[in-house]
T-cell receptor, first 117, second 112 residues
Framework: GAVVSQHPSWVICKSGTSVKIECRSL??????MFWYRQFPKQSLMLMAT?????????EQGVEKDKFLINHASLTLSTLTVTSAHPEDSSFYIC?????????????FGQGTRLTVV | KQEVTQIPAALSVPEGENLVLNCSFT??????LQWFRQDPGKGLTSLLL?????REQTSGRLNASLDKSSGRSTLYIAASQPGDSATYLC???????????FGAGTRLFVKA
């Protein structure tokens, strides 16, 4: 299957700093990418949907000014957690959908574990 | 709004037992349904993907079924092994918007 690479796989940062997470589709062009967040012992919650070249669509309750999403190319989307706080510590995972139409499979990255201290 | 529910939330079985994990969803307008495995602290491993036009998919000891009209899917694991211990997530991909909505998962523990 297609490969989605997420980087870094884990990161520790100080409270108040910003962290950027990258999501790359390695062998296909992704018109749409999704960002999810998973708190301990909970399921994945969709944060936002990003389409290449346009603004991301955020789910209710997700602060767009805190979680900046950029999808500047068909193979790269980035999530920047701005002014991170300990409550932002979580597992973040992206998925990417190719250009093959409605039933194109969504492929998931391996996730990034963020710890804010 | 699509909601995905998984039952049971946790399951402990002895090695060798056959087991069934259940997933239900509220909106039958789906593109596909996918079962994932997640080990503690790790990412997702895709197990089976069922398109909306399909009824089931099989891979090794795993069999997943889909009944779109009733909003249900089951994941059958045959002859369970300790290595099957993980959290199993059911995810539904909606029509329109391509969103994938996850269930809360079933934590499986297979005892040796």
């Amino acid at each position: 299957g297609a490969v989605v690479s997420q980087h870094p796989s884990w990161v520790i940062c100080k409270s108040g700093t910003s962290v950027k997470i990258e999501c790359r589709s390695l062998d296909f062009q992704a018109t749409t990418m999704f960002w999810y967040r998973q708190f301990p012992k909970q399921s994945l919650m969709l944060m936002a949907t990003s389409n290449e070249g346009s603004k991301a669509t955020y789910e209710q309750g997700v602060e767009k000014d805190k979680f900046l999403i950029n999808h500047a190319s068909l193979t790269l989307s980035t999530l920047t957690v701005t002014s991170a706080h300990p409550e932002d510590s979580s597992f973040y995972i992206c998925s990417a959908v190719g250009t093959g139409g409605a039933n194109t499979e969504a492929f998931f990255g391996q996730g990034t574990r963020l710890t804010v201290v | 709004k699509q909601e995905v529910t998984q039952i049971p939330a946790a399951l402990s079985v002895p090695e060798g037992e056959n087991l069934v994990l259940n997933c239900s969803f509220t909106d039958s307008a789906i593109y596909n349904l996918q079962w994932f495995r997640q080990d503690p602290g790790k990412g997702l491993t895709s197990l089976l993907l069922i398109q909306s036009s399909q009824r089931e998919q099989t891979s090794g000891r795993l069999n997943a079924s889909l009944d779109k009209s009733s909003g249900r899917s089951t994941l059958y694991i045959a002859a369970s092994q300790p290595g099957d211990s993980a959290t199993y997530l059911c995810a539904v991909r909606n029509t329109g918007g391509f969103k994938t909505i996850f269930g809360a998962g079933t934590r499986l523990f297979v005892k040796a």
